[in-house]
T-cell receptor, first 112, second 112 residues
Framework: EAQVTQNPRYLITVTGKKLTVTCSQN?????MSWYRQDPGLGLRQIYY???????DKGDVPEGYKVSRKEKRNFPLILESPSPNQTSLYFC???????????FGAGTRLSVL | AQSVTQLDSQVPVFEEAPVELRCNYSSSVSVYLFWYVQYPNQGLQLLLKYLSGSTLVKGINGFEAEFNKSQTSFHLRKPSVHISDTAEYFCAVIGRDDKIIFGKGTRLHILP
């Protein structure tokens, strides 16, 4: 089954404790992206990757890092989480940039 | 720069009544247009898309949308809603830079 898998689905952590949210897709898609969803703000893009070893900042990249060492994986790293990063995060992938995106089920993060 | 405006943050409608969710975009170039749906506690799913051709696009679950270039609109419609249509709906645009921009979303509340 074609899918985008995020883990964990729910995470509660404390300020400053590094965390990683994993994202994996099994569709051989070139393009992958991370978004955060906040009430009244819709989806905002954090980082995206056009292909392996190619990543770029989206609209709200501060406080986040990503890597794309393999085509299928695109982890989101919060080196020192802060409460303003409490949000719902989505990973998405598409065949290439500009195509229909397929979304993971989301990761709800709370930073205390 | 491109932008997407969803004019209503929430839309209440009675079951079996028709609904229209409004979306306007701004772009100086040709765009691709999408509607995504997010059911409670799930990721986003593609509802329908406009790439080219007929301006009336039919999607899943009885939804359709009409691309109006002169009014730069892509409103979503359904002639008769069901309780299962309760969700948040996102309009999105992709321009020549292949960057996807999402609207802030419209919550559809179905009243019994």
């Amino acid at each position: 089954e074609a899918q985008v898998t995020q883990n964990p689905r729910y995470l509660i952590t404390v300020t400053g404790k590094k965390l990683t949210v994993t994202c994996s897709q099994n569709m051989n898609h070139e393009y992958m992206s991370w978004y955060r969803q906040d009430p009244g703000l819709g989806l905002r893009q954090i980082y995206y990757s056009m292909n392996v070893e190619v990543t770029d900042k989206g609209d709200v990249p501060e406080g986040y890092k990503v890597s794309r060492k393999e085509k299928r994986n695109f982890p989101l790293i919060l080196e020192s989480p802060s409460p303003n990063q409490t949000s719902l995060y989505f990973c998405a992938s598409s065949v290439k940039a500009g195509n229909i995106q397929y979304f993971g089920a989301g990761t709800r993060l709370s930073v205390l | 720069a491109q932008s997407v405006t969803q004019l209503d943050s929430q839309v209440p409608v009675f079951e079996e009544a028709p609904v229209e969710l409004r979306c306007n975009y701004s772009s100086s170039v040709s765009v691709y247009l999408f509607w995504y749906v997010q059911y409670p506690n799930q990721g986003l799913q593609l509802l329908l898309k406009y790439l080219s051709g007929s301006t009336l696009v039919k999607g899943i679950n009885g939804f359709e949308a009409e691309f109006n270039k002169s009014q730069t609109s892509f409103h979503l419609r359904k002639p008769s809603v069901h309780i299962s249509d309760t969700a948040e709906y996102f309009c999105a645009v992709i321009g020549r830079d292949d960057k996807i921009i999402f609207g802030k979303g419209t919550r559809l509340h179905i009243l019994p």
